[in-house]
């Protein structure tokens, strides 16, 4: 069973940035593509970022030029650099793999507020 452990969310001001950061166990990671998903109150999760094991990465129109995906196959990490945030980024933030989908962690809690 492979499992999914993200951190580094918390409560921010607009503008402002966070670095959130996802342990995946027990899995073959170096050959799986990653993405970080969010999930509002009242809306269905949603694909924020991908990054294949090899190759671009690829953003959601609405982060896109203000996160960025990156991973550490060594540690099997990934994780996700969020500048600029919005009050409209307030969500949890989750990973998976985007290849084969292993089943969901806790996630983190991003709240972007004045």
């Known amino acids: 069973q492979v499992q999914l452990v993200e951190s580094g969310g918390g409560l921010v001001q607009p503008g402002g940035s966070l670095r959130l950061s996802c342990a995946a166990s027990?899995?073959?990671?170096?050959?799986?593509?990653m993405g970080w998903y969010r999930q509002a109150p009242g809306n269905q999760r949603e694909l924020v970022a991908a990054l294949p094991n090899v190759g671009r990465a690829n953003y959601a129109d609405f982060v896109k030029g203000r996160f960025t995906i990156s991973r550490d196959n060594a540690k099997n990490m990934v994780y996700l650099q969020m500048n600029s945030l919005k009050p409209e980024d307030t969500a949890v933030y989750y990973c998976n793999s985007v290849t084969v989908p292993w089943t969901w962690g806790q996630g983190t809690q991003v709240t972007v507020s004045s």
């Open positions: 027990g899995s073959i990671f170096s050959i799986i593509g």
